[in-house]
């Protein structure tokens, strides 16, 4: 079975300095990762997605992630923090083996950015 | 191109009643899946229809389904209402058949139980 593991409920970032929130997944074969990120009464936006090639993944509004296959881990990242980004942010795997488009989640990081 | 549109957005039921939720996907999206997502739970995946048929199934009871039409709109029926039924209820569609593309979200229906 796959499973999605985010470790921190918050995280904490001054407007301007890089931001990290932290994902790892756990799958029989190889993986299809997503990001997504949501805002108060909104669905699920997709921010960007790692399917094979290049670790380092680029997204939108300036996001990235790394993937690392060794530590099982897709962190997204962002050079300096805006006060916008406040939201949930939710990882998500699918193993494309499976043949099930659903995906499987994490329980979601918020993300506060302070002024 | 039009998003995934959910209607309601918002209902409240109370217990034992039985409520009908609707998504009209992408153009062109054929393939709908919908996630139960609770503060205690999180999101949690129901079911997954494409040509009208369901290919996948979570892990819920018997008192939750759903159906997709012929023009890949569809619904998701819930009934005898629990307090615990209580969420925002998501659809989301893709492309049937390119697993390497992300599922595009609606904004959801909050049900909320009495």
């Known amino acids: 079975a796959q499973s999605v593991a985010q470790p921190e409920d918050q995280v904490n970032v001054a407007e301007g300095n890089p931001l990290t929130v932290k994902c790892t997944y756990s799958?029989?074969?190889?993986?299809?990762l997503f990001w997504y990120v949501q805002y108060p009464n909104r669905g699920l936006q997709f921010l960007l997605k790692?399917?094979?090639?290049?670790?380092l993944v680029k997204g939108s509004y300036g996001f990235e992630a790394e993937f690392n296959k060794s530590q099982t881990s897709f962190h997204l990242k962002k050079p300096s923090a805006l006060v916008s980004d406040s939201a949930l942010y939710f990882c998500?795997?699918?193993?494309?083996?499976?043949?099930?488009?659903?995906?499987?989640f994490g329980s979601g990081t918020r993300l506060q950015v302070q002024p | 191109k039009a998003g995934v549109t959910q209607t309601p957005r918002y209902l409240i039921k109370t217990r034992g009643q039985q409520v009908t939720l609707s998504c009209s996907p992408i153009?062109?999206?054929?393939?709908v899946s919908w996630y139960q997502q609770t503060p205690g739970q999180g999101l949690q995946f129901l079911f997954e229809?494409?040509?009208?048929?369901?290919?996948n199934k979570g892990n819920f009871p018997g008192r939750f389904s759903g159906r997709q039409f012929s023009n890949s709109r569809s619904e998701m029926n819930v009934s005898t209402l629990e307090l615990g039924d209580s969420a925002l209820y998501l659809c989301?569609?893709?492309?049937?058949?390119?697993?390497?593309?992300?599922?595009?979200f609606g904004d959801g229906t909050r049900l909320s139980i009495l």
């Open positions: 153009s062109g999206h054929r393939s």
């Open positions: 229809y494409f040509s009208e048929t369901q290919r």
């Open positions: 989301a569609s893709s492309l049937w058949g390119e697993t390497n593309q992300p599922q595009h």
């Open positions: 799958v029989s074969g190889n993986p299809y």
């Open positions: 998500a795997v699918r193993d494309p083996d499976t043949g099930r488009r659903a995906l499987t």
């Open positions: 790692y399917i094979t090639g290049d670790n």
